[in-house]
């Protein structure tokens, strides 16, 4: 069954420091998005992409946030300058028309 | 998108059918009941959706009222790996201007023990 998969599945990096999370959508889907989750709290969305552009983004999604998909296979999310706050798990996922949502296994960033 | 209570736990023997409810008074007509579950230290995993008929699949069925203002999950036979939380969330369909976000609650811890 195909899988949406998330690479690396541990970041650590120290606070100011860029970082790229990496992430490979199902094959043939064509909407993507990245959420988060702090250690002992809720999934939180964070940003939806869509024929190349973002179509909806959240609160937390400020100016230190963006996402590419530099192919047609990866989508990415990059952090200018982490904060200590950024410390998460971030889950990528992709559906297709209609579908439901399906998500990766995650990427924890810690920030030292 | 509408929201939803769930309970904040449930235990269930392994074997038995696991009923996990959720209260969506103010759903809306275009809207959909979706069922996600999360396992420790994993990503959200999709289980089932509907409208306003009843669903069934591999995994699990879901039971809407006729009112739609409440929904049930039902796993019939529980397992130890079933162990997760379980996240019911209501939102528009994923047609027209909607690129699908998922508002997610705090969700029902489910615990299926020996």
């Known amino acids: 069954e195909p899988e949406v998969t998330q690479t690396p599945s541990h970041q650590v990096t120290q606070m100011g420091q860029e970082v790229i999370l990496r992430c490979v959508p199902i094959?043939?889907?064509?909407?993507f998005y990245w959420y988060r989750q702090i250690l002992g709290q809720k999934v939180e969305f964070l940003v939806s992409f869509y024929n190349n552009e973002i179509s909806e983004k959240s609160e937390i999604f400020d100016d230190q946030f963006s996402v590419e998909r530099p192919d047609g296979s990866n989508f990415t999310l990059k952090i200018r300058s982490t904060k200590l706050e950024d410390s998460a798990m971030y889950f990528c996922a992709s559906r297709g028309l209609n579908q439901p949502q399906h998500f990766g296994d995650g990427t924890r960033l810690s920030i030292l | 998108d509408a929201k939803t209570t769930q309970p904040t736990s449930m235990d269930c023997a392994e074997g038995r059918a696991a009923n996990l409810p959720c209260n969506h008074s103010t759903i809306s007509g275009n809207e959909y009941v979706y069922w996600y579950r999360q396992i420790h230290s994993q990503g959200p995993q999709y289980i089932i959706h509907?409208?306003?008929n009843n669903e069934t699949n591999e995994m699990a069925s879901l039971i809407i009222t006729e009112d739609r203002k409440s929904s049930t999950l039902i796993l019939p036979h529980a397992t130890l790996r079933d162990t997760a939380v379980y996240y019911c969330i209501v939102r528009v369909s994923t047609g027209g201007t909607s690129y699908g976000k998922l508002t997610f609650g705090q969700g029902t811890i489910l615990t299926v023990h020996p």
């Open positions: 509907g409208l306003k």
């Open positions: 094959s043939n889907h064509l909407y």
